[in-house]
């Protein structure tokens, strides 16, 4: 089953602007991560956010965490072409075994 | 250090038949997962081992999948037999534990039933 629901489910910018992608799901969680997936290097970790965590940054990444409302956001700033990419939220849902279910995606398009 | 390896990249088979896709995790991660990724959704787990012990497979379809992870290293994920839906991109990852570690993905089989 999936957990998150991913919005928007498609997005295109320019080059050097800024994307916001928004993440929801529903249980309670230990953690919830961020994938980028793209034809040329398959599924790639980006960051991992803990429950007990609000923001977390890594490089041009920005990564939200609300518990309350159970969603997260990840911004990534001054955008490349080299980050057209989907990007995936997965939750590590509490009290399971560690799985991590993957959200729908968003598809990102960065033109140059 | 080397990726997730998995083989074969690309399958064509005809329903009915069977298949078997292979996973070598990265050296010293216990923790080993399969997925199936169909066209345009997230990865959907099909199961986890914890070292050669299997943690989850309840989204596994046990009347047609089946995997074993010997000795705790390799995995093999065999179909059989294939339907038309089983179309898909399977991906092997593994990561050092489970939780709050990052998975490592393989470059994924990607399978077409025919």
């Known amino acids: 089953s999936q957990q998150g629901e991913e919005d928007p489910q498609a997005l295109s910018i320019q080059e050097g602007e800024n994307a916001t992608m928004n993440c929801s799901y529903k249980t309670s969680i230990n953690n919830l991560q961020w994938y980028r997936q793209n034809s040329g290097r398959g599924l790639v970790h980006l960051i991992l956010i803990r429950s007990n965590e609000r923001e977390k940054h890594s490089g041009r990444l920005r990564v939200t965490l609300d518990t309350s409302k159970k969603s997260s956001s990840l911004l990534i700033t001054a955008s490349r072409a080299a980050d057209t990419a989907s990007y995936f939220c997965?939750?590590?849902?509490?009290?399971?075994?560690?799985?991590?279910?993957f959200g729908q995606g968003t598809t990102l398009q960065v033109k140059p | 250090e080397a990726g997730v390896a998995q083989s074969p990249r690309y399958k064509i088979i005809e329903k009915r038949q069977s298949v078997a896709f292979w996973c070598n995790p990265i050296s010293g991660h216990a923790t080993l997962y399969w997925y199936q990724q169909i066209l345009g959704q997230g990865p959907k787990l099909l199961i986890q081992?914890?070292?050669?012990?299997?943690?989850?497979d309840s989204q596994l379809p046990k009347d047609r999948f089946s995997a074993e992870r010997l000795k705790g290293v390799d995995s093999t994920l065999k179909i059989q037999p294939a339907k038309l839906e089983d179309s898909a991109v399977y991906l092997c990852?593994?990561?050092?534990?489970?939780?709050?570690?990052?998975?490592?993905f393989g470059p994924g089989t990607r399978l077409t039933v025919t």
């Open positions: 997965a939750t590590d849902e509490t009290g399971n075994t560690g799985k991590l279910i």
């Open positions: 990852a593994s990561s050092l534990g489970s939780g709050s570690y990052e998975q490592y």
């Open positions: 081992f914890q070292n050669n012990g299997v943690v989850d």
